[in-house]
């Protein structure tokens, strides 16, 4: 893998060495047939893309938005920019307008790249709230631009400002100039209190990060990658651009929804995935297991055992399986596992990536058992993603995440918090000098916040030590600002969010006794206890729509998907609270695990 030219110029060196080769792979915007475009077709626009925006004005190191689902457009930009030595800030395709407005505004942006009815809609509702937004640029070219919006272009008509190549000279020199300390992207993340950070990360982050990945992470130009997390996560960021490098063929994946389908259409080999993704897998293949006959559920719980001892107890400790033991799960291999691959599109399978979130062991030892490689791994997005990760082909331990990558120092503190440092390590927060000397210590190792330790030579993390949650589909939640949102109702007296590690948002809620007592009266609804009122559904339903108005400026991943009702109030008694009434989560979470698991019962 050629790993020492810089991002600016990336696909345009892949481009002189694998020239009419196929390189992406994707769908219109609401488009159902599966079309690719080669490395020269995308070096060429990626060219008109850079002189497009030299044709704008933009300058070095100038920050530009990208507000969008994954496609071929949003990897044009982000190489076009690179291009000319510009900063492309990504925002979650599903981020909220306040969002939207805060991220334009601290970062001063002048052009958003937008990509369906939805991004552009949320982006001109706060066009005026931002001074520095000139233009709104537009991939998806079914998005209605209303006919009272001067500020709106396509981005068929901004490639036209790139026609012909009329800067290249200028492009030319800006890469030539293009240094590692340059910064590449600002992300911004939630920080506990909801207001978002933008961490930033340099070229020199990406080079080193690429160089440490390559050594561990066996992708190839044979590959065929489907993007399935948001270009947002530095997860899927990295592993693409990686991916790039090899040379490999990358399926543009626009809709995560669809990623099941997308996968049985294209057939990939490789892809990274949150540990929800291979949970619902798991969840499938267990309800098929249910409904099958007597005859097949045995065979399949048969051939799940000896995948289980033969790659979990033999090959994962670096033993060699008995042959016996070899031969059998060689056969169901062949037999009844490659259907199970097959269904999911992943006949070819390689290996894949899964970080994120906590992974369930359950679930890991199942997608070993049944021949499918999960690579574990842990990073963040300050760590320019890996931090560490299982290695192909090399002995790993369920529930460890990995072996440290090349270049990454990492130490446990006397808390037992993880800290980091080496050159795939942010520089800092964007305009945010007090939180950047509050992640570093006094010897510059960065606060990962997680706790964990070392053992073996692999890391194994124990808790999360900062107040903010991961959902399982690895997007961060901060509960104290969904709760402030949600405590102005006149209902509610108490709630707790509950979401770490979980596929949704959920609450705990404590309402006003009284109040509900009488809105009950009101309408009609007969009760006899705090417990009959708290589950009758009329009330439930009413609470719901309040709720629902409350959070509508909150992403849609960050909203109270389902909530219960507690018909008593939290105690200092029970542990539940502090002699400040500020809540004890771990306490509720054993507390009241009945309550909550039910919430997320199938």
Same mark, same amino acid.
């Given at each position: 893998m050629q790993t020492n030219f810089h991002m600016s110029v990336l696909v345009h060196e892949q481009a002189k060495k694998y020239g009419d080769r196929e390189m992406l792979?994707?769908?219109?915007?609401?488009?159902?047939e599966w079309k690719s475009l080669s490395w020269n077709q995308v070096s060429q626009t990626v060219k008109q893309v850079s002189n497009a925006l030299l044709n704008l004005g933009v300058k070095v190191q100038e920050n530009i938005g990208i507000f969008s689902q994954n496609s071929v457009q949003y990897i044009e930009c982000d190489f076009g920019a690179w291009g000319i030595r510009a900063v492309t800030i990504p925002f979650y395709?599903?981020?909220?307008?306040?969002q939207i407005q805060f991220m334009v505004n601290d970062a001063k942006i002048r052009y958003l790249f937008v990509g369906e009815q939805d991004q552009y809609d949320k982006a001109r509702?706060?066009?005026?709230?931002?001074?520095?937004?000139?233009?709104?640029?537009?991939?998806?070219?079914?998005?209605?631009?209303s006919t009272h919006d001067p500020n709106a272009v396509y981005f068929s008509d901004f490639l036209k400002l790139g026609e012909n190549l009329p800067r290249q000279t200028e492009v030319d020199k800006l890469q030539q100039e293009a240094s590692f300390d340059d910064i590449a992207n600002i992300l911004y993340t939630s920080g506990t209190t909801g207001d978002s950070k933008g961490v930033i990360l340099t070229h020199g982050q990406f080079n080193a990060a690429i160089v440490a990945n390559a050594k561990c992470v066996p992708v190839n130009e044979n590959d065929r990658i489907m993007n399935f997390l948001p270009y947002t996560h530095i997860f899927e960021r990295g592993w693409a651009i990686l991916c790039l490098y090899a040379g490999a063929r990358m399926i543009v994946n626009t809709h995560p929804q669809d990623v099941q389908q997308s996968m049985r259409d294209t057939h990939p080999t490789c892809m990274s995935a949150v540990p929800r993704f291979w949970e619902k897998v798991y969840m499938g293949v267990q309800e098929q297991i249910d409904k099958a006959n007597v005859a097949k559920r045995k065979l399949f719980l048969h051939a799940l055992s000896v995948g289980r001892r033969h790659n979990i107890e033999y090959l994962s400790k670096g033993k060699k399986p008995p042959v016996a033991l070899h031969l059998e799960y060689e056969m169901l291999n062949r037999t009844v596992f490659s259907l199970?691959?097959?269904?999911?599109?992943?006949?070819?399978?390689?290996?894949?990536?899964t970080a994120g979130a906590a992974v369930s062991a359950y679930v890991e030892e199942f997608v070993h058992s049944i021949g499918i490689n999960m690579v574990v791994g842990y990073g963040l997005t300050e760590s320019l993603a890996t931090v560490s990760c299982?290695?192909?082909?090399e002995p790993y331990t369920v529930g460890s995440v990995g072996i440290p990558?090349?270049?990454?120092?990492?130490?446990?503190?006397?808390?037992?918090?993880?800290?980091? /440092?080496?050159? #795939?390590i942010t520089i800092g927060y964007y305009n945010r000098e007090d939180l950047t000397k509050q992640a570093f210590t006094e010897d510059g190792y960065f606060r990962t916040g997680d706790a964990g330790y070392l053992k073996d030579g692999e890391l194994f993390l124990t808790e999360r030590i900062k107040d903010l949650f991961k959902t399982s589909?690895?997007?961060?939640?901060?509960?104290?600002?969904?709760?402030?949102k949600l405590l102005v109702d006149k209902y509610i007296d108490q709630i707790a969010v509950i979401a770490d590690e979980r596929k949704f948002v959920s609450a705990l809620i404590i309402p006003v006794y009284p109040l509900l007592e009488e809105y009950a009266r009101d309408h009609h609804i007969a009760f006899s206890t705090r417990e009959e009122l708290c589950a009758n559904p009329e009330i439930i339903q009413m609470m719901k729509e309040r709720i629902d108005t409350l959070?509508?400026?909150?992403?849609?991943?960050?909203?109270? /998907?389902?909530? #219960?009702?507690?018909?008593?109030h939290l105690s200092m008694e029970k542990g539940e609270l502090t002699n400040t009434l500020k809540i004890r989560r771990r306490v509720l979470n054993e507390n009241y695990k009945a309550e909550i698991d039910a919430m997320y019962a199938e």
């Open positions: 792979i994707y769908q219109d915007f609401g488009g159902k395709a599903t981020s909220s307008e306040q509702r706060i066009f005026s709230l931002c001074p520095t937004l000139e233009r709104i640029i537009v991939f998806d070219p079914m998005v209605h631009i199970v691959r097959k269904e999911l599109g992943l006949e070819n399978a390689h290996f894949f990536p299982n290695h192909l082909g990558i090349e270049g990454i120092d990492i130490k446990v503190s006397e808390e037992g918090e993880i800290l980091l /440092k080496g050159p #795939t589909n690895g997007k961060y939640i901060a509960p104290q600002m969904i709760e402030s959070q509508q400026q909150l992403a849609h991943y960050e909203q109270v /998907k389902r909530f #219960t009702l507690l018909p008593h």
